[in-house]
C-alpha cells in the first residue's frame, strides 16, 4: 500500500472516531483478539473518549519506554493521541510531548484531544516517520505504537529515530514483527520443492493484511540489523500476542549510546576515513599503542574490520570525529565466529575526558547484541591507562606473552586481555 493510501486510509478513520464511531484498522476478531486499540492499555481512565476509541496500536509504548519526569518525548506516527496523553502525565509539567503525523485528520483529532485533557505540554507535528520536522538530538525518549510496520522504508525510520534522540536516549516502541522474512533461512530450511514457501509466504501476508500490517512486518532479525546499522545498542525484541503464521506483536527496545556533553556515538562511515587515520597515527606514535609503526589506508583498514563493529565519538556541532572503536575477526574459521579482537583510539588532545570509556563500553553493547561472545586485545604492559579502563569495564587479564614481537628494534612483552560474555553465543 502506498503512503498516500495510508494517509488516506487512516484520515478516514480519524474522521470516523470524531463522528463518535468505533474504529478499527484490520477485522474485528483480530482487533480484539489480538489485543489491538484500547485492550493494550492496563489503564485508560480520565482520557478523552475519542482518544481511547481511535487507539490502533498493538502494545503500550508508553510503559515499555519506563517514562521519568522531566524527559521530552517523540512519538511516530501519534494517531489520536492517546500515547501522547499518557506520555505527558508520566512526563509531568516539566517535560516535553511530541507527536508526529502524517495524516491532518488524525492531528486535529489529536489536538482536539488535547485539547479534552487539558495537556500543556504536547505539541503535534505534521510529518513523516521518515522525516521527523524536529533538529538533532531533540529528545529523549522515542516511542510508537505498532506505526513502523507500516513504512515501506523502515531503515531509514530507525535512523531518523537515532537522530532524533540525544546520546543515552531510548527506543522503546510496541510492532509487529515476524519469526523470519520469506527467503530467509527459516523459510528456505522449510522449501521442500513442492511450493511449500511460496505457501507459507501467502499464509503470512494474508495474517499482516488481516492485522493492519499494510508495508509488511521486519523478521525479529531484520530488525536488529537494521537497529544496529542505524547505531542502537542493547536491542530486546520481546515477543507479546502471537497472531498466528510467525507474526506476532512485539516491544522493540534499544538505546542510543551515552557520552558526554557535545559528542555523540554513531557508527563509523567511510566519510570519517581521514580523521580516523589521523587519530590511529597519532596513537602509534606515542609507541605504547601497537606493533604498527605506520596506519593502514583506508582500504587495509576497510579490508580489515567488520563492517557492523566500529564506532566514532563525534563532536555534534563540527562533526569532527576524536576517538574510534573498531573489531577485526580473530580467524576465518567458523568456530570463532564469535570472537573478536578489538583497537580503540581516542584523539591524543580529548583523553581524560571519559570518551575512551564511552566508546568501549558502546562497543561492548554492540557486541552483545552481534553474538560475540569473547572480546580480546593484546595491550603493553606500560599502557596503564588502557588496561586500568579494561578491567574497569569487565576484561581480565589472561596472561603476559612475553617477548612477543620487536618494535623499534626492542623486544616487547605484551598483555592479553579478554571479555567474556555471560550470554551471548548461548
Not at 494517509?7 to 480484539?32: K, Q
Not at 545498542?233 to 516491544?251: M, N
Not at 570472537?339 to 583523553?351: A, D, I, K, T
Not at 562497543?363 to 596503564?384: G, K, L, R, Y
Amino acid at each position: 500500500m502506498a503512503d498516500e493510501e495510508i494517509i488516506l486510509r487512516y484520515s478516514g478513520l480519524a474522521r470516523a472516531a470524531m463522528n463518535g464511531e468505533r474504529v478499527a484498522d484490520c477485522g474485528d476478531d483480530a482487533f480484539t483478539q489480538g489485543r489491538f486499540g484500547p485492550a493494550g492499555y492496563d489503564d485508560t481512565s480520565g482520557l478523552p473518549e475519542a482518544a481511547v476509541r481511535a487507539s490502533l496500536g498493538c502494545g503500550n509504548p508508553v510503559a515499555v519506554a519506563e517514562l521519568r519526569a522531566g524527559e521530552s518525548v517523540l512519538d511516530l506516527g501519534s494517531g489520536g493521541g492517546i500515547d501522547v496523553l499518557l506520555s505527558a502525565r508520566r512526563v509531568g509539567p516539566y517535560g516535553q510531548v511530541y507527536g508526529v503525523d502524517a495524516s491532518p485528520d488524525m492531528l486535529r483529532l489529536a489536538r482536539q484531544n488535547v485539547a479534552a485533557a487539558g495537556a500543556a505540554n504536547v505539541t503535534f507535528l505534521h510529518g513523516t516517520i521518515e522525516r521527523v520536522p524536529l533538529p538533532d538530538h531533540a529528545v529523549d525518549v522515542v516511542i510508537s505504537n505498532c506505526v513502523v510496520n507500516l513504512s515501506d522504508d523502515k531503515a531509514t525510520v530507525l535512523a531518523e529515530a537515532f537522530r532524533l534522540l540525544r546520546p543515552g536516549g531510548r527506543f522503546g516502541i510496541s510492532d509487529v514483527v515476524t519469526d523470519a522474512e520469506p527467503g530467509d533461512g527459516l523459510d528456505s530450511a522449510l522449501d521442500s520443492g513442492d511450493g511449500d514457501t511460496a505457501a507459507r509466504r501467502a499464509r503470512r501476508a494474508e495474517v499482516e493484511q488481516r492485522i493492519g500490517c499494510a508495508a509488511g512486518a521486519l523478521s525479529v532479525e531484520d530488525y536488529r540489523r537494521l537497529l544496529a546499522r542505524a547505531g542502537f545498542v542493547g536491542v530486546r525484541i520481546t515477543r507479546t500476542a502471537d497472531h498466528g503464521e510467525g507474526v506476532h506483536s512485539a516491544i522493540v527496545q534499544a538505546a542510543k549510546p551515552a557520552i558526554g556533553p557535545g559528542l555523540e556515538i554513531r557508527p563509523m562511515r567511510a566519510a570519517d576515513a581521514a580523521q580516523v587515520l589521523s587519530i590511529y597515527q597519532a596513537g602509534l606514535d606515542t609507541g605504547q599503542a601497537s606493533f604498527e609503526t605506520m596506519a593502514p589506508s583506508w582500504e587495509g583498514f576497510d579490508a580489515s574490520r567488520l563492517p557492523h563493529l566500529r564506532y566514532v565519538a563525534a563532536d555534534t556541532e563540527t562533526g569532527e570525529v576524536v576517538g574510534w572503536v573498531a573489531a577485526s575477526p580473530v580467524s576465518t574459521r567458523p568456530a570463532y565466529a564469535g570472537v573478536v579482537e578489538h583497537s580503540l583510539y581516542v584523539h591524543p588532545g580529548c583523553q581524560a575526558h571519559g570518551i575512551g570509556r564511552a566508546l568501549l563500553t558502546a562497543f561492548v553493547a554492540a557486541a552483545e547484541d552481534a553474538d560475540a561472545w569473547t572480546i580480546q586485545s593484546s595491550v603493553f604492559p606500560e599502557n596503564a591507562a588502557s588496561l586500568s579502563l579494561h578491567q574497569a569495564l569487565g576484561f581480565r587479564v589472561v596472561g603476559t606473552r612475553e617477548r612477543i614481537a620487536r618494535h623499534h628494534g626492542l623486544w616487547r612483552d605484551t598483555v592479553l586481555i579478554e571479555r567474556r560474555s555471560d550470554h551471548a553465543g548461548r
